[in-house]
Nanobody, 122 residues
């Protein structure tokens, strides 16, 4: 019904930057909250940042001041700008979206992307 495709991960040096993108497609009436989560090896998945349809944002303490979440509602796309990267930011980053799906009585469903690897290393 709805697919989320992430891009933009890769290798960065400490202090460097990356920009992640996540594009949603499919039977979308409206996307409510979108967000980015991450999961490091041996750890639980954790919230990095969220953004509402009205562009209110919420960040994990570890992301405040370094990461910026934004969205383009016309493109059904959410972005995560990662600045001042640290080795502890190394993880698989997952996109998340809460979508009102066409043809489902406009029920809201939660979708996840496949994940994109971010590695921060010198």
């Amino acid at each position: 019904q709805v697919q989320l495709v992430e891009s933009g991960g890769g290798l960065a040096q400490p202090g460097g930057s990356l920009r992640l993108s996540c594009a949603a497609s499919g039977l979308i009436f409206r996307i409510n909250a979108m967000g980015w989560y991450r999961q490091a090896p041996g750890k639980q998945r954790e919230l990095v940042a969220q953004i509402t349809s009205g562009c209110s944002t919420n960040y994990a303490d570890s992301a405040k001041g370094r990461f910026t979440i934004s969205r383009d509602n016309a493109k059904n796309t959410v972005y995560l700008q990662l600045n001042s990267l640290k080795p502890e930011d190394t993880a698989v980053y997952y996109c998340n979206a809460n979508v009102l799906v066409i043809g489902s009585g406009f029920r809201e469903y939660e979708y996840w992307g496949q994940g994109t690897q971010v590695t921060v290393s010198a």
